[in-house]
Structure formats: structure tokens, C-alpha cells
């Protein structure tokens, strides 16, 4: 089942490459985006230990939500359906996003 | 022994910290627990406030309940966390192991906030898990199987709805029956912990997956408000024009709503004085309380309004889940300048006062983030500038309305807090770009479902603020006014005296030793006085100006509203280089001390009182030509 029908964004508004099955990284997918999380990487310092604190962890469901004016950052994404997170674009370059298929499928590719 | 009977034989009480990641309304849940009965301290060393309150649970137990700072890991990334880590671990000095650890979470979001229970679980200490929030769950047609979810854990687990008193049945029946069969010996012994790796994490991530699992019989509809919400209030144009107006109507509101108010303290105030003044004996002792004493604190006493509704819009964006939208919309302005996203928070409270301001920089986990954030929270327009604001406003700024109905008085305030806030900046910028060079941290902030502020949470924490400033009132400023009146009260004027008695007191000399330095900027020697015992706050100044106009002309002086004095007596041109003065200059002990504490240096204190009054002595000057030039002599 695809956990994000019936929400009010347009049709339009959804990221076609993220739904095409290229994986590519949090901080490029525009607003209205929806995609589950692949991987997330080291990054700088600490950034992937708090990623994972903060909900990004392989398997969860992302939906990009909002924008800044400036730059369009921060960015403010929506993790499972239930918490929605800010952060910057220069962190969300450590989160690798996917294609939104059912849940076995995206074990699947992370274990390859 | 048990803690019950330990408690029952008058040993210290049982004490159970209250751990959870931040907005699974812990806080509520501590307030409806302890109601009234709660105090807040310093842990030694650092300004994270303990706050702790006792309960009375169903069979009779006293219990300390310790509300700790909110935390998504036991891996503490900012000072505040640490402590919560500390606490936990038995690794706080000063603070024993707590007897047991009660999880909170929000039912509504148990996907994040199980990690830390399962990290907590580690401990192998009593643990109690509470799915805060149930009803707002319900609601949402979620459904948890508390039974399933405490046999996979092995634990108690409650439910609860922390506005309610009888929302917490459960958990104080809980916290009794724990409390029957822990023993209290393990008194003093630090856990041995190491923080989670990367690994670790994703393994904390996929058991809480398995335990949903088993444990959600509905996963219930998510909320729609706050998405709908958001696409305004976050909207790239529409969110931060709402944010500018919301501030906008915060400033306004603390002048039009606290006016009444301050009228009533201001004809209690002056109807004491009369009333003493027709009762007392001519003396010393007459003159210190009229002149010194009730003058004085009553010029201080009557911004409480102003502090308590800034505080009260504080409080309430906080509670409404809005404060971390303001501070996602502030980002990247704040970071093109070298600061974080969350230093808007901090900064906001310092417009009510630097140092709960301050204290609220332990949120920022990086040293040098943060350290900027506490060197320009000062340039935040505090409310004890307010009466100075307030009173040089209203003797020089015409009540007139501009532009179809903003008042002139308004926007002139509006005016001086925006040029504290483009002095930040570009203080901040330039501290980033010379002295404090170097990494930031990332954003990661959640945004939290709005709610309706909790009455009880904001009337306790306006209680809160309402308190420190009447401590502060009783002890630093009632002080400040008796060593001033003395200085302006001794030694007498000579026989044949030509000028006013004050001008041959104490503060009289040291008033005109200042006024070489000052009278390029435009200061006579009775501004020179007022600023002496200004320095150690801000908003003795005013007090110090009536005592001082008060006592240098005849007895109709006295009862004279000191803002028709100052029209009289000052240029346009003074008064505002006075404001622009008072837009910078760092006269507040209270904040040095608070920056001295929290950067553990003399050195960092030092440097933010150097370059203030630089900048202070600057923006005066160039105020004052200015000024003249244009005619304002």
C-alpha cells in the first residue's frame, strides 16, 4: 500500500526522479518529493549519528515538506508520516534517497 | 529497606527522574505531577536549571520527581543534554542515582521516541514507560496494546494524559508499586556506558520497528493541522512576513496592554509617598524611604507588566510548537551571519532579559555557535532598557499617529530594538569572519505538532520570571537605591551653597568627573550620575535620574513627572544619544556575571564589556552630531 495516497499535494508537485528509481541525495529532491531513505553516510563529524537520532535511518519513508526563501534551505522533511524534521542542505547531502516501494523491496536493496 | 519505608521513616525521599525527548510533554506531565510544590536551581558548576517538585502517591509515599532536560539520545551533543545523561548515569556530582527513570514518550510518535527507552533499557536501572499524549492518539484512531508492549519490554508501561490530574492515575499507581520493590542500595554507583555507535543506532531503530509491530493494533490517520498549518506559516514569502508581524504585535501589545497597569502601580507608588510624607517626621530616615527607597523601586516595580506580557507571548509561541518554526525561518538569515537556526530562541528571551537568554544558549551543542550567541545576546533590546526607552520616548517623541494609525512613539521603539538586533548581526558576523573562525552545527531541529499552550506551563513559568525579577528588585536594585541615595544625599552643601545639594554630594563629583568624558556625546553631569549606579542595571538609571532631579530642585521638583523635567532640561539631541547609548552599552552586572558562568572565563566577560561600550560610545557620538547638525540642539 502506498502509505502517502490521498495526500492534498498535487500529483505534479511529486519529485519524478525520486519516484523513476534514481537514487539521489536528500538535499536535490524539490518540494513535495516523496521517497524512502537508501542510505546515510558519514558525512562530516557526528552528522550521521545524528542524522539517525533525528529519524533518518535506512527504510523510513521521507516527503519534502517545506522550503526557506533564501537558497530554498533549511529544509523541512517529514519522516514516516509522524515527525517532521529541519535541516540544512549542506547535512541533507548525507542522506541517499530512493524510489518509495513497499517495505521488503527497500530492504532489499539496502542489504545489496 | 525499601524507598517506601525508607521515606516513611524520614530519610530522604524516593526520587525518580523524568527523562524523554523533548516535546513528549514532559514538562506537562511535571507540572501536573508536583503542581505548585516544585523549585528550580543551578546544577554547581554550569546554569542548567534543576527543577525538581515533590508528589504524594496513592498509598502515602513522598517522592522526588526531577525534570530533566528533553533529550533524543543518552549521547548528549549539548551541555543541557549532558546533564540528563549525567543524572541517569550517577555521574552528576552532587545528585545520587535517582531510585527509578521514568521514560516519557508521545504516543503519537513512539516510532523515535522508543530508541531512547530501549538506550535507557541498557541501564538495567527501574524504569517505568509513559505513552504521553494517549488521548490526542485515540483521537487519531492509533491504538497501542500497552499489555503487549510491556511484556516485550518487561517493564511497566502506562498511559497518560498529562493535562489531566486524573490522567496520571496510572502512573503514580505505578511509581508505588515500583517504589515497593526497589531497594535503595545501590546508592552512588555510576553505570558504566558507552555511547551508541552508528550501528548501534540502526539496531536501537529496527527493534523499535519490531516492537511496533507487535504492539500497534492501528496505526490511526496522521495529523493534517500542522501540515495545513505550515503551508502558510512556512510558506518561503508568506511564513516570514507572518513572523515579522507577529513580532510586531508582541512589541505593540507590551506597550498598549501593560499601560493600565503600570498606572495603577505608578498611583500606588505615589500615594504611598504622599501618605508617609504627611505622616513622618521631617528626617534622614523620611528622606531615604520617600526619595531613596520608594522611588526608586517603584520606578522598577512598574515595568513588571511590560516583563510579564513579553514573557507571556514567549511562552506561549514556545508551548504552541511555533518557536521552532520561527527558528526554522530565521536560519538562514542567522547562518549567512555565522549563527544557528535555534540561537533565535536564546535571543528572543534576551528581549526580555540577557540572562535567561543566555542560559538558553546550552541548547546550541557547538562552543563557538554558541559563545557568538552569548556575546550578542546583550544587543537584544532587554526590558530593563525599557523604562529608559519609555521615559526619554514620551518626554521627546511626540504622541502623534503616522501612516494612517502606527504611533510615532511605537515605531521610534520599534526603531531601537531593530537597530540592536542589525548591531547583532553584524556584531556576529564579524566575530565569525576574526576572533571565532570555524566549524557550525548542523540544524537538525524537529518541528513539533502545534498544540494549544498549556495554561498550567505558561502561568507557571510566567510565575517563574515574575519571581526572579521581584528577588532582583528586593536585593540588587533596593540596595543600589539606598547606596545612592546616600552618595547623592552626603556630604551636605556648604553654607551659601549656589547650586542644587546634590551637586556637592558624592555622586555630584563622581558625576562630574565622568562629564569631560561624556559631554562629547552629549551627557550633562546629572546623566553622568544616573549612569554611575546604571551600570549595575540598566533600569536603575531612571531611578537614579528622578533621584537625582528630584532631589536637585525645590519640593514642587519632587512631585513633578520627571518626563516633563527631562523636556525641559535636555536637547532632542541628548536624549537621543542617550537612547542610541543605551541601544549598546553592556550596564548590567547581572549578565557579565551570566557570561562569566557560562563561558567558565573572566576573559570572554571582559571582551563583551569593551566592545559594547565602544560600540555604545560610537553610535552616542555620531547620534549627537548628527543630531546638532541637524538642528536637534
Known amino acids: 500500500m502506498n502509505k502517502f495516497g490521498g495526500q492534498e499535494s498535487p500529483p505534479s508537485a511529486m519529485d519524478h526522479k525520486a519516484s523513476a528509481g534514481l537514487a539521489q541525495p536528500l538535499s536535490q529532491l524539490s518540494r513535495g518529493s516523496v521517497g524512502r531513505i537508501l542510505a546515510v553516510q558519514g558525512g562530516e563529524g557526528d552528522v550521521e549519528r545524528g542524522l539517525l537520532e533525528m529519524g533518518f535511518v535506512e527504510g523510513a519513508c521521507i516527503e519534502v515538506l517545506h522550503y526557506g526563501l533564501l537558497g530554498r534551505d533549511p529544509v523541512a522533511v517529514r519522516i514516516n508520516q509522524n515527525m517532521t524534521v529541519a535541516l540544512r542542505r549542506s547535512e541533507a547531502k548525507a542522506v541517499l534517497i530512493g524510489p518509495l516501494l513497499d517495505q521488503s523491496a527497500a530492504t532489499l536493496l539496502t542489504t545489496h | 529497606m525499601t524507598a517506601g519505608t525508607l521515606a516513611a521513616e524520614g530519610f530522604r525521599p524516593a526520587r525518580i527522574a523524568l527523562v524523554g525527548p523533548p516535546n513528549s510533554g514532559k514538562t506537562t506531565l511535571f507540572n501536573t505531577l508536583t503542581g505548585g510544590r516544585q523549585k528550580t536551581a543551578n546544577y554547581p558548576g554550569v546554569t542548567v536549571e534543576r527543577k525538581s517538585g515533590l508528589l504524594k502517591t496513592p498509598i502515602g509515599h513522598t517522592v522526588e520527581v526531577l525534570d530533566l532536560p528533553g533529550s533524543y539520545s543518552l549521547r548528549a551533543r549539548s551541555p543541557d543534554e549532558a546533564i540528563t545523561r549525567d543524572v541517569v548515569l550517577g555521574r552528576q556530582t552532587q545528585e545520587t542515582l535517582p531510585d527509578a527513570v521514568v521514560c516519557v514518550t508521545d504516543a503519537t510518535n513512539l516510532g523515535q521516541h522508543l530508541r531512547l527507552l530501549l538506550e535507557l533499557q541498557q541501564l538495567g536501572r527501574p524504569l517505568i514507560l509513559v505513552l504521553n499524549m494517549m488521548d490526542i492518539a485515540q483521537k487519531r484512531g492509533c491504538q497501542i496494546s500497552v499489555d503487549a508492549l510491556s511484556q516485550q519490554l518487561g517493564i511497566p508501561v502506562v498511559t497518560t494524559v498529562a493535562m489531566r490530574k486524573s490522567g496520571v492515575r496510572d502512573l503514580l499507581n505505578q511509581i508505588d508499586s515500583l517504589l515497593n520493590r526497589t531497594s535503595t542500595q545501590s546508592e552512588a554507583t555510576a553505570i558504566d556506558w558507552v555511547e551508541p555507535s552508528p550501528e548501534a543506532i540502526r539496531a536501537y531503530h529496527r527493534e523499535v520497528e519490531r516492537l511496533l509491530q507487535s504492539a500497534v493494533v492501528s496505526e490511526g490517520t496522521p495529523e493534517r493541522l500542522t501540515r495545513q498549518l505550515d503551508r502558510v506559516l512556512l510558506h518561503p514569502v508568506a511564513g516570514p512576513l507572518i513572523l515579522l508581524a507577529l513580532l510586531f504585535l508582541m512589541f505593540q501589545a507590551v506597550f498598549s496592554w501593560a499601560a493600565a497597569p503600570m498606572d495603577w502601580i505608578d498611583a500606588s507608588v505615589v500615594g504611598l509617598q504622599q501618605w508617609l510624607s504627611t505622616h ?181 513559568g510566567l510565575w517563574d520570571r515574575a519571581r526572579i525579577f521581584m528577588r532582583r528588585i528586593g536585593t540588587i536594585i533596593l540596595s543600589l537605591m539606598v547606596v545612592l541615595w546616600f552618595l547623592s544625599t552626603f556630604p551636605a552643601p556648604p553654607a551659601g551653597a549656589t547650586e542644587p545639594a546634590i551637586y556637592y554630594s558624592f555622586a555630584g563629583m563622581i558625576g562630574r568627573t565622568l562629564e569631560p568624558l561624556l559631554e562629547p556625546i552629549g551627557f550633562n553631569w546629572q546623566i553622568a550620575i544616573a549612569l554611575v549606579p546604571g551600570l549595575a542595571a540598566r533600569e536603575v538609571a531612571v531611578a537614579a535620574l528622578g533621584t537625582v532631579y528630584a532631589l536637585s530642585g525645590d519640593e514642587g521638583a519632587v512631585s513633578d513627572a520627571l518626563t516633563t523635567t527631562l523636556a525641559h532640561s535636555w536637547t532632542l539631541a541628548t536624549a537621543l544619544s542617550l537612547l542610541a547609548w543605551y541601544v549598546f552599552a553592556p550596564q548590567c552586572l547581572a549578565t557579565l556575571a551570566a557570561v562569566r558562568r557560562e563561558t567558565n572565563s573572566w576573559r570572554w566577560a571582559a571582551f563583551m564589556f569593551t566592545y559594547l561600550m565602544i560600540l555604545a560610545y560610537v553610535a552616542a557620538f555620531i547620534t549627537y552630531r548628527v543630531a546638532l547638525a541637524l538642528g536637534g540642539g
Open chain 2, 280 to 460: 513622618l517626621q521631617e528626617s534622614l530616615l523620611k528622606s531615604l524611604l520617600i526619595d531613596g527607597i520608594i522611588a526608586g523601586v517603584g520606578g522598577v516595580v512598574i515595568f513588571l507588566p511590560q516583563i510579564l506580557i513579553l514573557f507571556l507571548f514567549i511562552l506561549l509561541l514556545e508551548d504552541s510548537g511555533y518557536m521552532t518554526r520561527a527558528a526554522f525561518l530565521m536560519d538562514r538569515l542567522m547562518s549567512a551571519v555565522g549563527l544557528n537556526g535555534r540561537a533565535f530562541i536564546p535571543l528572543l528571551s534576551s528581549f526580555a532579559c540577557a540572562i535567561p537568554g543566555i542560559m538558553a544558549t546550552r541548547t546550541i551543542a557547538h562552543p563557538l555557535d554558541r559563545l557568538v550567541t552569548i556575546l550578542i545576546a546583550p544587543l537584544m533590546t532587554c526590558s530593563a532598557r525599557l523604562p529608559v526607552y519609555v521615559l526619554l520616548i514620551a518626554a521627546f517623541v511626540p504622541a502623534t499617529t503616522v501612516w494612517g494609525g502606527i504611533g510615532l512613539q511605537g515605531l521610534v521603539m520599534f526603531g531601537l530594538y531593530a537597530t540592536g538586533i542589525v548591531g547583532a548581526l553584524v556584531v556576529a558576523g564579524v566575530l565569525r569572519l576574526t576572533l571565532l573562525r570555524g566549524g557550525r552545527q548542523p540544524l537538525l531541529m524537529e518541528l513539533p505538532s502545534y498544540k494549544w499552550p498549556n495554561a498550567t506551563n505558561v502561568l507557571l
